[in-house]
Nanobody, 124 residues
Framework: QAQLVESGGGLVQPGGSLRLSCAASGFRLDAYVVGWFRQAPGKEREEISCISRNAGSTFYSDSVKDRFTISRDMKNTVYLHMNSLKPEDTAVYYC??????????????????WGQGTQVTVSS
């Protein structure tokens, strides 16, 4: 059965770092664009990053640019390295599998399979 499972979330102080993982089972994740999204309480789900199949192309939203880095390994995992975390980064973070071959930043309509999410809380 195909699954995407996020891990690595938790509570961190402002200015701290976390690394989120998105692990796939039941299919080859390296055959797909992968995106990271987040949703804070009362807000819409926001695409914050994506990575192309060969990692040659990436996208970052303005809200995370220069603080977050997306990467992928040669197995079935995509990572989101988050530095200089701020309280406004508090949200549930989701990874998703892309429908097309493009990492475009065009939002959730470009993705067809989602993980269950992992909570990130940035607070002192």
């Amino acid at each position: 059965q195909a699954q995407l499972v996020e891990s690595g979330g938790g509570l961190v102080q402002p200015g701290g770092s976390l690394r989120l993982s998105c692990a796939a089972s039941g299919f080859r994740l390296d055959a797909y664009v992968v995106g990271w999204f987040r949703q804070a309480p009362g807000k819409e789900r926001e695409e914050i990053s994506c990575i192309s199949r060969n990692a040659g192309s990436t996208f970052y939203s303005d809200s995370v640019k220069d603080r977050f880095t997306i990467s992928r390994d040669m197995k079935n995992t995509v990572y989101l390295h988050m530095n200089s975390l701020k309280p406004e980064d508090t949200a549930v973070y989701y990874c998703a599998r892309g429908r097309s071959i493009y990492c475009s930043g065009f939002g959730s309509s470009e993705y067809d399979f989602w993980g269950q999410g992992t909570q990130v809380t940035v607070s002192s």
